[in-house]
């Protein structure tokens, strides 16, 4: 059996480990995939025209000049070029110019670099998830090492000098999981023919990763159908790799195909991996992201679609696996509907919002839930407050960043959270933060509109472990403030906050291809427009418990929809917010 197998998919290198990977840098000259690479790399200078090809002597290169180049390369492993063409016949015409052999040599290495690599330690054969840190170490680590030093060794044989600054590159892989089949059973069609897809078990990752998928904007909303997506789609073992998030309470299979691979892997930044334990019950729901061919395409132009089977407790969904989809949010927010309609499902209220407990230093402790759409300045007044109130505040501790849910306990509203990451928008964080949290920081787009981050906020056990809810706030992104609106406006009555709620008006930040001021339902279009009389029941219940229970319900106007209020907004919100809080 070959120790691995790889695919290249655009700008993407998957490697498979069945047992092992090179160990010497001979083997690793002499390995497919660096052939495949070095192939690549020589075609496209070629494309370009560039003056690098011009050490192979001639613009029509053959197999026979990339073979020769292969072997002076492993010569270079040992012996100082100088003595190359003494050795191996031909290869002078490779070391006319040895400054511009250099210079080919390391744009081979940053060729390679600039794919995105991912390895799949493949725990078939063995119990490598038993022993995750021994498995990655003898693997992703000794990867890393050996590419780097078979690069410094060349250098130094072409130049005869050694470097003065070692910068010590993720040069192997960027990110990397164990994987097991079997994980995972499905009794029942057509969730079997999930079953034996790999189940990742373990990641590990160089952070910080700058990502730059197909897609910077999410649009539509994601449908539901009456037939289930799966009994349309083939399924190719080798595609396809299981993320089993715990989603709040619940566990979600997400399986994602090789295209949206580093869209997949980053999950680990927002959604806590299942433990063993959890796998041994069937998922709540299960997710296809980047289904092949045209098998959705019956369910219309957008096919972002689920289903809800109620016969067996559980919901699919499926999107297709096409550029257009290849954004961050058709995954965390697809996963994240699935969470909210099984919320509703057991007659708790999905919120969009964030959630947030705040000690002061004086102790007391208020637990605020700031509902709003994307772009509703939510997280930017949170970030803003934590600046804001350093002096004051002990600690802060974010429950949900983007999704949770309430449920009653002892007639008490109580918030729990669905993430233990965050997905923010760089431009609408407070300067310098992303650098703050660059050493752990998933970054997407970062050239583009929209540019993200995905980094971990909290810990798993601290977002289910229940907050009693003080303050209920919609964030009201649209309005200026005067001396009728207030920063912070409290409701009289659970009819009149109801109607704003329901509205959800925001004004676009250019998240999603939507424009100028807006509506959506709740400010959520993630599950309850789609369960519409269900969330009407359910909301209309919990507000009127909002206000028996004397908490604060209002609106908070953060401006971040105005022009030139992008940052003043959020922060004089903060700054009226831990005013009402110190009271």
């Known amino acids: 059996m070959k120790n691995y197998s790889y695919t290249i998919s655009e700008k993407k290198v998957i490697i498979t480990i069945n047992k092992r990977l090179c160990e010497t840098p001979e083997e690793l000259i002499d390995s497919e995939l660096f052939v495949e690479i070095l192939n690549r790399c020589i075609k496209n200078l070629s494309r370009r025209n560039s003056t690098l090809i011009s050490i192979f002597g001639s613009e029509n290169i053959g197999?026979?000049?990339?073979?020769?180049?292969i072997n002076v390369l492993k010569y270079l492993l040992k012996l100082p070029i100088s003595t190359i063409p003494g050795i191996l016949k031909d290869s002078e015409i490779f070391l006319k110019d040895t400054?511009?052999?250099?210079?080919f040599v390391e744009y081979l290495y940053n060729y390679w670099r600039s794919f995105d690599r991912f390895v799949v330690c493949n725990s078939d054969l063995d119990t490598l998830d038993k022993r995750p840190y021994r498995t990655f170490n003898e693997t992703i680590e000794k990867l890393t090492h050996l590419v780097r030093s078979t690069y410094r060794s060349i250098q130094k044989n072409i130049t005869g000098l050694r470097p003065r600054v070692y910068r010590q590159v993720s040069a192997g892989s960027e990110m990397a999981s164990i994987v097991t089949p079997k994980a995972i059973t499905y009794q029942l069609e057509p969730y079997n023919k999930l079953n034996n897809l790999p189940v990742i078990r373990q990641i590990l990752m160089y952070p910080p990763l700058v990502l730059n998928p197909p897609m910077n904007k999410r649009t539509g909303q994601f449908k539901k159908v009456d037939k289930n997506p799966l009994e349309l789609i083939k399924i190719k073992k080798d595609e396809w790799l299981c993320y089993p998030a715990k989603v709040g309470k619940l566990i979600i299979a997400v399986y994602f195909s090789n295209n949206f691979f580093e869209l997949g892997f980053s999950l680990c930044n927002l959604f806590e991996l299942a433990d063993d334990e959890d796998l041994t019950r069937v998922p709540d729901a299960?997710?296809?992201?980047?289904?092949?061919?045209?098998?959705?395409?019956?369910?219309?132009?957008?096919?972002?679609?689920f289903f809800d089977d109620e016969s067996n407790n559980l919901i699919a969904a499926a999107v297709p696996n096409r550029n257009e989809f290849g954004y961050f949010g058709y995954l965390k927010k697809m996963i994240l509907t699935l969470h909210n309609i099984k919320i509703m499902k057991n007659n708790n209220m999905p919120f969009h919002g964030a959630l947030i407990q705040i000690k002061?230093?004086?102790?007391?402790?208020?637990?605020?839930?700031?509902?709003?759409?994307?772009?509703?300045?939510?997280s930017e007044s949170l970030e803003a407050l934590r600046v804001i109130g350093k002096d004051l505040i002990a600690d802060m501790n974010i429950i949900a960043d983007d999704m949770g849910s309430i449920e009653l306990e002892n007639g008490h509203p109580i918030g729990y959270?669905?993430?233990?990451?965050?997905?923010?928008?760089?431009?609408?964080?407070q300067p310098g933060y992303a650098f703050g949290q660059i050493d752990r920081a998933i970054i997407m787009s970062a050239s583009q509109i929209n540019a993200r981050i995905v980094i971990p906020v909290n810990s798993f056990n601290n977002i289910i472990k229940g907050y009693k809810i003080d303050y209920v706030l919609y964030a009201n992104n649209y309005e200026e403030i005067d001396d009728e609106h207030k920063v912070i406006e409290k409701f009289q009555n659970s009819k009149d906050a109801l109607k704003v709620f329901q509205e959800g008006m925001v004004m676009s930040k250019g998240t999603t291809?939507?424009?100028g001021l807006t509506h959506s339902y709740f400010a959520n279009i993630f599950g309850p427009p789609q369960y519409r009389k269900l969330h009407d029941e359910i909301a209309k219940n919990y507000f009127e418990i909002f206000f028996k229970k004397d908490i604060f319900v209002g609106q908070l106007r953060t401006r971040l929809g105005i022009k030139g209020y992008e940052i003043k907004g959020p922060e004089e919100a903060a700054r009226e917010l831990l005013k009402i809080i110190s009271i």
Do not use: H, M
Not at 293 to 302: A, I, K, P
């Open 286 to 305: 299960v997710y296809l992201f980047g289904v092949q061919g045209e098998s959705l395409d019956c369910f219309g132009n957008l096919p972002t679609v």
């Open 417 to 429: 959270g669905s993430e233990i990451g965050a997905f923010l928008r760089l431009d609408d964080l």
């Open 63 to 69: 197999k026979n000049q990339v073979t020769l180049l």
């Open 99 to 103: 400054n511009l052999f250099n210079d």
């Open 360 to 378: 002061l230093k004086n102790t007391k402790e208020s637990t605020i839930l700031i509902i709003g759409d994307t772009g509703a300045g939510k």
């Open 513 to 515: 291809t939507s424009t």
